[in-house]
């Protein structure tokens, strides 16, 4: 039986094929990140530092890969469906653009969850989502898919993703975040 893949907007924008400029893969553990939280501002602060010294980046692109980063591996490890499952975390640098891209694995309750927001982002107008998902925090306190609202609406970026069903309750996510550095 092959796997059942969906893709949703720019995944694979840049193909696998093209060489980067730089290239830094980690592998993470949800547990480890979640029960020492600090861990991921301090991967997150590792990763930007190493593309900015690397590509001589200023502060404010430092900050962007770090919050980028930090957004991804935080839902990540909050959504990982084994804790003690592994997350892939792996960035290219293309002289205007760094491409962000991190998998894991989930249940399907949570696959199911993450699909509607990213179809509801990808169809509606985001400055309008976010507002809308402001104001439902004060009413049910439900913070879902408000930090990809915030990338979206607050910097220069690209998403794609990736479902693949593995199992009866384990499917693999990659999201892909397209940094272009040249409109910071």
């Given at each position: 039986m092959a796997a059942e893949i969906i893709q949703y907007s720019d995944f694979k924008l840049i193909p696998d094929i093209?060489?980067?400029?730089?290239?830094?893969?980690m592998r993470l553990q949800p547990i480890d990140m979640m029960s020492q939280w600090k861990r991921i501002g301090r991967v997150s602060d590792f990763t930007a530092d190493f593309f900015v010294n690397n590509a001589s980046l200023n502060d404010y692109i430092?900050?962007?890969?770090?919050t980028v980063v930090n957004e991804l591996v935080e839902n990540a490890a909050k959504f990982a469906k084994p804790r003690n499952g592994l997350i892939d975390l792996d960035?290219?640098?293309?002289?205007t653009i760094i491409k962000i891209e991190i998998r894991n694995i989930v249940s399907d309750r949570i696959r199911a969850n993450f699909e509607e927001?990213?179809?509801?982002?990808l169809s509606g107008d985001i400055e309008k989502l976010y507002y809308e998902q402001l104001e439902s925090l004060s009413d049910e306190g439900d913070t879902s898919g408000m930090g990809y609202l915030l990338l979206y609406?607050?910097?220069?970026?690209?998403?794609?993703?990736?479902?693949?069903?593995?199992?009866?309750?384990?499917?693999?996510v990659t999201v892909e975040a397209?940094?272009?550095?040249?409109?910071q």
């Open positions: 093209l060489p980067p400029e730089s290239h830094l893969f430092r900050n962007s890969v770090s960035l290219k640098y293309y002289s927001i990213i179809k509801k982002n609406k607050d910097y220069p970026i690209r998403f794609g993703y990736q479902f693949k069903k593995l199992d009866s309750d384990r499917h693999e397209y940094l272009n550095i040249t409109e």
